[in-house]
C-alpha cells in the first residue's frame, strides 16, 4: 500500500510539472490575446510591411538558386554536430583516454568526410546569374 501511495504522489508530481510546463508556454499567448489591441482588418493589413514603401510585383517573381538551401542544410548539420561536440568533450574524462580519442577522432573525421563530399559536389562554389 506504501509503494502505491509513492507511485501515486510521483505521478501527481509529473503531471504538475506537465501542467505547468503548458502553461508557460501557452501564458504568454493568452495574455497577449487578451491584453492586445483588438482592430479591424484594413486592405493592407495582410501585404508585406516593407520599409514605409509600397510593396511591388509578388514574393515568387526572385527564387533562390538551389545552392543556397544546399549551403543553408550544410551549416545546420554541421551547426547541430558541433553542438554535439560539447557534451562529448565534458564526459571526455569519464570514458578510457584511449577510447575516448578515438571516438572523437571517428565522429570528427565523419564530419570531414562530409565536408569534403559536399566540396567535391560543387555545393561551395557559388554560381553568379547576371540576368538581373
Same mark, same amino acid.
Given at each position: 500500500?506504501?509503494?502505491?501511495?509513492?507511485?501515486?504522489?510521483?505521478?501527481?508530481?509529473?503531471?504538475?510539472?506537465?501542467?505547468?510546463?503548458?502553461?508557460?508556454?501557452? +501564458?504568454?499567448?493568452?495574455?497577449?490575446?487578451?491584453?492586445?489591441?483588438?482592430?479591424?482588418?484594413?486592405?493592407?493589413?495582410?501585404?508585406?510591411?516593407?520599409?514605409?514603401?509600397?510593396?511591388?510585383?509578388? +514574393?515568387?517573381?526572385?527564387?533562390?538558386?538551389?545552392?543556397?538551401?544546399?549551403?543553408?542544410?550544410?551549416?545546420?548539420?554541421?551547426?547541430?554536430?558541433?553542438?554535439?561536440?560539447?557534451?562529448?568533450?565534458? +564526459?571526455?574524462?569519464? +570514458?578510457?583516454?584511449?577510447?575516448?580519442?578515438?571516438?572523437?577522432?571517428?565522429?570528427?573525421?565523419?564530419?570531414?568526410?562530409?565536408?569534403?563530399?559536399?566540396?567535391?559536389?560543387?555545393?561551395?562554389?557559388?554560381?553568379?546569374?547576371?540576368?538581373?
Amino acid at each position: 500500500m506504501l509503494i502505491e501511495e509513492q507511485s501515486l504522489i510521483e505521478f501527481m508530481y509529473i503531471m504538475l510539472f506537465l501542467g505547468v510546463g503548458f502553461m508557460a508556454a501557452f +501564458a504568454p499567448f493568452i495574455v497577449a490575446w487578451l491584453l492586445g489591441p483588438k482592430r479591424k482588418e484594413t486592405p493592407s493589413h495582410g501585404s508585406n510591411y516593407e520599409c514605409g514603401m509600397e510593396p511591388y510585383g509578388q +514574393a515568387w517573381d526572385f527564387r533562390y538558386g538551389v545552392a543556397y538551401y544546399l549551403y543553408a542544410l550544410i551549416f545546420l548539420a554541421f551547426d547541430v554536430d558541433i553542438l554535439f561536440l560539447f557534451p562529448v568533450a565534458t +564526459a571526455f574524462h569519464e +570514458a578510457s583516454p584511449l577510447r575516448a580519442v578515438v571516438e572523437f577522432i571517428i565522429f570528427v573525421g565523419i564530419l570531414s568526410l562530409a565536408i569534403v563530399y559536399a566540396w567535391v559536389k560543387g555545393v561551395f562554389n557559388w554560381q553568379r546569374r547576371n540576368n538581373l
